[in-house]
């Protein structure tokens, strides 16, 4: 995670690293604009600093309707937006909640809600002038019938290209797809899709899935900063609990129902979100925490491609065990805000690197 000095201090030594870059989005982590404050604030700085790029953004068109005409302002005129139904029934199946107009909705209020606005950004988007990119997740046994009625509809809206994408179905991954025994499409299945959906607009099927920092051109594989061979990276999982805003290390181990993974950058000297893995409980209260082996095995194998674990507390066992597989648990920061501790941390892995002394880097791939 970063902020817009951060981003613009990133973007400014990416182009002095390649001339070829062209385009810069906002793609995550989470939605661009849920924190539109810091994306507009980005988007300025960038157009200022390079008036001639293209900036672009990616959303679920939640509160896309709201922005148009300062996204527009702002010279923004590519956007793509997450569409993977437009039939509320299966929306439910997709979007558990959503939280709109001060208050949390689920179930059908919460999918009829979600898009009917994501549907009206479009169309206020594509009035614009806006070339706009629909990406939609195929999900094998959810959505798979459903393609083509949504490229037809999201066409006739003014939607220019349609983006495909299998599940990420894979439960290293975290989802809750994943977790829950969700396959994805097989590539008969994926180019069915595509066949359907090309009956009404054009395919996009370069795309690779790339990490929200991904740096490159078409055709390339997808690279970030922090995996660059000149570079080392050092990895930090912050425990947290679901669907909270919390801003502070408060979460005690056992108790994590997800973890916030950050990759340090040795190019900004920050901590970037990487993803959010979400994982069944080491514990499920006093007299479940001696339980339930193979599922505690599961949640520290999700951590074993990282070096260190931020939480409010941890138990002496778990500790044990991570520090088994390599793994720092770290409990200086309980009840400090999450910033600061990266902030913190940043400083002391830029100090090591500058020294040498960070010799040993996993690859993450």
């Known amino acids: 995670m970063t902020d817009p000095a951060g981003a613009l201090k990133q973007f400014k030594a990416v182009t002095k690293r390649s001339d070829a870059l062209t385009v810069v989005g906002i793609a995550g982590p989470g939605d661009a604009l849920a924190n539109p404050k810091a ?5 300025k700085q960038i157009h ?6 293209q900036l672009c953004i990616s959303t679920n068109g939640l509160m896309l309707a709201e922005y148009v005409d300062e996204l527009a302002a702002l010279g923004v005129n590519h956007l793509t ?3 993977n139904c437009i039939d509320p029934e299966i929306g439910t199946q997709i979007y558990p909640w959503i939280y ?3 208050k949390r909705m689920k179930g059908l209020e919460a999918a009829t809600t979600l898009i009917r606005r994501q549907l009206e950004g479009l169309e206020l988007a594509a009035n614009a002038g806006m070339l706009i990119k629909v990406n939609t997740v195929l999900i094998p046994g959810v959505n798979d019938h459903h393609i083509e009625v949504v490229a037809k509809e999201v066409h006739r809206l003014g939607a220019m290209l349609h983006n495909i994408m299998p599940l990420i179905s894979e439960p290293e991954h975290g989802t809750y797809f994943g977790l829950n025994g969700y396959a994805g499409p097989n590539d008969t299945q994926l180019s069915q899709a595509r066949e359907d959906s090309a009956v009404y607009m054009p395919q996009m099927t370069h795309c690779q899935q790339c990490r929200a920092d991904a740096v490159g051109t078409l055709g390339e594989p997808c690279h970030t900063e922090s995996t660059d061979d000149s570079k080392s990276v050092y990895r930090i999982a912050i ?3 679901r669907n909270t805003d919390n801003p502070l290390i408060a979460t005690h181990f056992g108790y994590a129902e997800q973890f916030d993974i950050y990759d340090f950058n040795a190019l900004t000297q920050q901590f970037t979100h990487h993803e959010t893995r979400v994982v069944a ?3 499920r209260g006093p007299s479940q925490c001696d339980e339930q082996e193979q599922q505690k095995q599961q949640l520290l194998d999700a951590l074993v491609d990282v070096n260190e674990v931020l939480c409010s507390r941890i138990g002496i066992t778990p500790w044990r065990q991570l520090e088994k597989q390599g793994v720092k648990p770290n409990v ?3 009840l400090v805000g999450v910033n600061l501790a990266l902030e913190k941390i940043a400083s002391q892995v830029a100090l090591s ?3 040498k002394e960070l010799t040993h880097v996993r690859d993450y791939g």
């Open 81 to 83: 937006i997450t569409i």
């Open 39 to 43: 994306t507009f604030s980005t988007l």
């Open 239 to 241: 425990a947290a609990m």
């Open 281 to 283: 409980k080491y514990c």
């Open 48 to 53: 200022q600093h390079n008036p001639d790029v």
């Open 100 to 102: 709109y107009d001060n």
């Open 332 to 334: 200086d920061f309980a």
């Open 353 to 355: 690197l500058s020294n």
